[in-house]
């Protein structure tokens, strides 16, 4: 993806809200019958990255970082207190209706079908308000329903449709245009694994053949995992990370490996063992007679933990996974909540909440 | 230019259509809205009968021409029904819950992406077709004979007091924007739109003014009827201004509303 | 189980109530324009009537008098508007109801009990307002002490039966999505059968018979019959009180006789 003209570009992208103030309980309500108090709110504080075309982007960060408010300023459906963006050249929310053409979107929690139509509807008013050419629209649909099984869902209305089977529905329709990218807040396809295969054939085959770029939230590493290769982790208007999911992972600072233990000396005695010979080192016992040797990037190298493993055990069979990229994540998440309760930032901002 | 009209005209067609089919599948709903309709209509013209029954005259209006106003009044409400129905949804809860959004990410405007939603709402039929009724009997009843003129203004009449209807329903609905729901206040105003179903002679100057000047429901059908029933053009001209600044600050407020949306609801 | 445990349960449900009420203070506002504009049509039509009569006119109302019939009976409305026919439809359509079935109160005294709160914000910030407001404008008649007694329990009952009509009308809520015609059509018929467009004092004599033998005369017509002193003596009054009495508890026991069947079906459904 090197190389690729950024097919999105926020420069200082900043979001205020102005927040009631309310009391709790039934005296608080009472109150605001008088009185309305505001505070002003920072859900998105100066952001700035460029996300290439062509690539599949998770966009990252804790609990308000602003990650929904960014998106939905991406999509034009907010307009920025300052800063700006640029999306496949448009500002989208100067020119909505020209960026609608050239972008999809799914908001996960919100259903952007038509609730008392069938799905087939829905698709055929999304056809002519489009304008998708007879070719497209039919190659679509014979890709959905190859995938996506979208046939099934018949001609029930959406508003009585499983969460699942309206998700499939909604990722079908935002890539039913042939964006240029496609925008998926939250779009909790974590329920199923199927589901999620094959939404990602679907997402690679848009991404090699159309160049389709996508961008992800989600708090499903699952999803992450299983549609994106790059991250953007945004940490309160800084961009912490930008590059493959691998680079993320390497920026996990724990490894570890698991080995069989064959040796006559019990368990916790090994353990104990390799606890004393490197010091900071941490080793459990895992299931099946197994040990598992947690390290810290910072104090061991792997090449050192392996000698020293080698040196002392009789090392058949050992396995050392890729970090886990919700480890990974929940530190990114936890430096962000540690840092943001420091006193003279602002406070963590509501959309998340309400979302 | 002509594209763009041509394109929404087909558009506007093929939603329409699909209003319809909608309603062909919720048959129990669409009948249950048209009768509640006819029978809040026939309450009305009891009303009227029953005020009738005590003396021959109110404010100056005779029974049938009380009866002329209150179908007229049905027209450019029929007119606008037909359209506009999906803004009491907007009032009711798309900002509230958030779903305001799905009208701007599509390639079309906003508004007209709203109220396509709902093309066609039976119940604006209902209202046209009763409406029409009582104009045509209590017209014939009086013995009406309308100049050339007349004929020719009636039908601009009516599309008149059916934007002046939008306008203040897009204006309410838009409150919205700013206070998560508007329902109370689309309420309030459809409540003061029912003033117009008869004479203003009667009312406190007060509320004439209201009727005239603030939500100008006056020229949705009294001020159209003194010129059918009476050839008085005396408000009338002011008809189209007060039309255009309804439509315009309506507008207005709409696409600040617009600007304003978070889709975070409450 | 006392009673009194029991009703303590729905207290939180009133206070509730009351909060997210309060949390719409605009509400408030706009319930009194509805309130006042609606009463200002019935108002000004009755009064071009009454204008040519300067002492008693038709069925016995002076000027004065029909006055305050038609705006007290707005103010009634507004007590009856107490929101749980769209409360109860839009539960019933979300499929919220279903949750309310396996906590241990009853759906209905919910309801109820959520209800009070906004009848009696209703009444003090809407219907005080609103017959000030009036009072300045067009001359009306005052109630005696004991009619104004009579008037205030007799309002209580109208409450209850407003109570189980807009309960019926959200339970429909189980048969059609298009609860909004119900509802208009509900509404029409109450304002109409109720006496509140036009005293049934007014109405030739069979439409006044089918009114008088309908649930909605206790809710309007009844408590005004009472306020003016229109009924003949004592037993007139009970009268009218007993009528009323008795058309609550028919309806309290169809709604519960109703729920229940509504419910059984929804576990059959599987909600």
């Known amino acids: 993806m090197t190389g690729s003209p950024p097919v999105i570009v926020a420069e200082n992208l900043t979001k205020e809200f102005r927040v009631a103030e309310r009391g709790p309980g039934l005296l608080g309500a009472l109150a605001t019958l008088f009185t309305r108090e505001h505070r002003i709110v920072r859900a998105v504080d100066g952001v700035s990255f460029e996300i290439p075309a062509g690539s599949r982007t998770a966009y990252i960060g804790a ?50 079908l038509w609730w008392d139509l069938s799905v087939p509807d829905s698709f055929r008013i999304l056809r002519r308000i489009y304008d998708i050419p007879e070719p497209v629209y039919r190659r679509n649909l014979r890709l959905y329903r190859e995938l996506l099984d979208i046939d099934a869902l018949g001609t029930t ?47 690679n085959r848009a991404n090699q053949e159309l160049g389709t770029t996508v961008v992800l939230t989600s708090h499903d590493i699952g999803d992450i995992a299983a549609i994106c290769d790059s991250a953007l982790v945004v940490d309160r208007g800084r961009v ?37 010979g490197l010091p900071g080192v941490r080793a459990s016992e895992d299931d099946g007679g197994r040990i598992r040797v947690d390290y810290p990037v910072a104090a061991f190298t792997s090449r050192q933990v392996l000698a020293f493993l080698l040196d002392r055990f009789d090392l058949a069979d050992c396995y050392a996974p890729e970090p886990d990229l919700e480890d990974v994540l929940r530190r990114v998440y936890e430096r962000d909540a540690t840092e943001s309760a420091s006193p003279d930032q602002p406070a963590a901002p509501v959309e998340s909440g309400a979302a | 230019m002509t594209r763009t009209a041509l394109r929404y005209l087909r558009l506007s067609l093929f939603l329409g259509g699909v209003g319809l089919h909608r309603l062909a599948a919720y048959r129990l709903d669409f009948v249950l809205g048209a009768g509640a309709f006819l029978v809040r209509v026939g309450i009305q013209t009891a009303v009227v009968g029953l005020v009738f029954r005590q003396v021959p005259a109110v404010g100056g209006w005779s029974y049938h021409e009380v009866l002329f106003l209150l179908g007229f009044s049905l027209l450019p409400r029929g007119l606008d029904h037909l359209f506009t129905d999906q803004l009491w949804e907007l009032g009711r809860k798309l900002v509230q819950r958030g779903e305001f959004y799905r009208y701007l990410i599509r390639p079309v405007n906003p508004l007209f992406s709203l109220l396509s939603e709902r093309f066609f709402h039976p119940d604006g039929l209902g209202e046209l077709i009763v409406g029409a009724v009582l104009v045509f009997w209590a017209g014939s009843e009086l013995g009406l004979d309308p100049t050339a003129a007349q004929w020719a203004l009636a039908p601009l009449l009516v599309l008149c007091g059916a934007l002046i209807h939008t306008a203040v329903k897009l204006f309410f609905a838009s409150l919205s924007f700013w206070t998560v729901t508007s329902l109370p206040s689309m309420y309030a105003a459809t409540q003061v739109s029912e003033f117009a179903a008869y004479p203003l002679d009667i009312y406190h100057s007060s509320l004439r003014a209201l009727l005239t000047w603030v939500l100008p429901f006056a020229f949705t059908s009294y001020v159209p009827c003194v010129y059918l029933l009476t050839g008085d053009t005396g408000l009338l001209v002011w008809l189209p201004v007060v039309t255009a600044g309804a439509v315009l600050t309506a507008l207005a407020v709409w696409r600040r509303g617009i600007n304003r949306f978070d889709m975070t609801g409450s | 189980m006392s009673a009194v445990t029991r009703a303590r349960r729905y207290l939180p449900f009133a206070t509730g109530g009351l909060q997210s009420l309060l ?8 319930t009194g324009v509805t309130a006042a504009a609606g009463a200002a049509v019935t108002v000004f ?35 009856h508007a107490n929101r749980v026919d769209d409360e109860v439809a839009a539960e019933v359509y979300r499929g919220d109801v279903a949750v309310m079935l396996v906590r241990p109160v009853s759906y209905p005294l919910v309801r109820f009990a959520a209800c009070l709160p ?52 959200g339970m429909t809520g189980f048969l059609t999505t298009n609860t909004w015609g119900v509802r208009m059509l509900k509404q029409s018929v109450v304002a109409f059968f109720a006496g509140q467009l036009v005293p049934i004092a007014l109405m030739p004599g069979p439409l006044a018979a089918v009114a008088m033998a309908l ?47 509504a419910t059984g079906r929804l576990e059959v459904l599987g909600g």
């Open chain 1, 240 to 276: 912490v990370h930008q590059g493959t999911i691998q680079d993320l992972l390497r920026t996990a600072d724990r490894r570890s490996v698991t080995f069989d233990h064959r040796d006559p000396l019990p368990l916790p005695a090994a353990c104990e063992e390799i606890e004393r």
């Open chain 3, 118 to 169: 906004v009848v009696a914000a209703n009444a003090l910030l809407v219907g005080v307002p609103v017959l000030l407001l009036f009072s300045f404008l067009v001359p009306m008649t005052a109630p005696t002490a004991g009619n104004a007694a009579l008037f205030a329990l007799s309002t209580l009952l109208s409450v209850l039966i407003a109570f189980c009509v807009n309960l019926l009308t």
């Open chain 3, 23 to 30: 949390q719409y203070r605009s509400m408030f506002f706009v």
């Open chain 3, 215 to 261: 649930p909605f005369r206790g809710m309007v017509d009844g408590p005004l019959t009472l306020l003016l002193g229109r009924y003949e003596g004592v037993a007139g009054a009970l009268g009218v009180l007993a009528q009323q009495a008795g058309w609550a508890v028919a309806l309290a026991a169809l709604s519960a006789v109703l729920w229940r069947a």
């Open chain 1, 157 to 203: 209305p959406v508003r009585q449709l499983s969460l699942g089977q309206r998700m499939r529905a909604e990722i079908a329709a935002s890539l039913l245009h042939d964006p240029a990218v496609v925008f998926w807040d939250e779009p909790t396809i974590g329920l199923d694994m199927v589901l999620k295969e094959a939404v990602r054939v679907l997402v």
């Open chain 1, 63 to 112: 609990n308000g970082a602003g990650k929904s408010t960014t998106i939905k300023m991406l999509t034009g459906i907010m307009t920025p207190t300052s800063g700006r963006c640029l999306v496949a050249g448009i500002e989208p929310y100067r020119e909505r209706q020209r960026n609608a053409r050239s972008i999809g979107v799914v908001f996960g929690q919100r259903s952007q």
């Open chain 3, 45 to 79: 039509l009755w009064r071009a009537v009454y204008a040519g009569s300067p002492g008693a006119g038709p069925g016995g109302f002076t000027a004065a008098g029909i006055t305050t019939y038609l705006l007290v009976a707005q103010v009634l409305q507004v007590l």
